[in-house]
């Protein structure tokens, strides 16, 4: 079993909507966790940190589940320049280790 | 503000030529890690050092080697290049454990074999 697992999507919304992505993580000793986005043959770049209580960062909100083992992204009013791909990652229970999931894809269409 | 530098950005080597990726970070970050990533498979962690002085295995370190060389620079080598390795690597940096921060990344090496 994967230690992340993601819907690879794609995921094809209209400009101004609302998507969601989930995220499950196999570890429940899982300490740290984040999304990342990453562009057509870019770096990964963090998107935002997850904290227990769940948090926003303007159209982002990241949610975290630890009974059910997962993380959620929902992003509001989606713009053109959302569309890239989103990782899910959980850091390991020493802190050592960063598991990645394979990546949801998100076009945002005019 | 350089984050993390990878060098070269692109290669292009023939099978069984060796060569090495050089990574340096100025973030003072403690963990560097080596990744691969291929078209639908994601990122998948070749090794990694934890600290200073230390490396270990991930999850596809066949044909590979690293060397920390101090806390700024982690290399990566391929002493005998196969066609399996053509991939992106990224390098990339966090703080050491605990601390709950997340990892940074180089812009990436796109290594062709044939």
């Known amino acids: 079993r994967k230690e992340v697992e993601q819907d690879p999507g794609p995921f094809n919304v209209p400009e101004g909507a609302t998507v969601a992505f989930n995220c499950t993580y196999s570890n429940s000793a899982s300490q740290s966790f984040f999304w990342y986005r990453q562009d057509c043959r870019k770096e990964p770049k963090l998107l935002m940190s997850?904290?227990?209580s769940g948090n926003e960062d303007g159209r982002f909100t990241a949610q975290l589940n630890r009974a059910s083992q997962y993380i959620s992204l929902l992003i509001r009013d989606s713009k053109l320049s959302d569309s890239a791909t989103y990782l899910c990652v959980v850091n390991s229970y020493n802190f050592n280790k960063f598991y990645f999931g394979s990546g949801t894809k998100l076009n945002v269409k005019p | 503000n350089a984050g993390v530098t990878q060098t070269p950005k692109f290669q292009v080597l023939k099978t069984g030529q060796s060569m090495t990726l050089q990574c340096a970070q100025d973030m003072n970050h403690n963990s560097m890690y080596w990744y691969r990533q291929d078209p639908g498979m994601g990122l998948r962690l070749i090794y990694y050092?934890?600290?200073?002085?230390?490396?270990d295995k991930g999850e596809v370190p066949n044909g590979y080697n690293v060397s920390r060389l101090n806390k700024r620079e982690f290399s990566l080598r391929l002493e005998s290049a196969a066609p399996s390795q053509t991939s992106v690597y990224f390098c990339?940096?966090?703080?050491?454990?605990?601390?709950?921060?997340?990892?940074?990344f180089g812009d990436g090496t796109r290594l062709s074999i044939l």
């Open positions: 050092s934890a600290s200073e002085g230390t490396t």
């Open positions: 990339a940096s966090s703080e050491y454990g605990g601390s709950n921060q997340p990892q940074h």
């Open positions: 997850v904290y227990s």
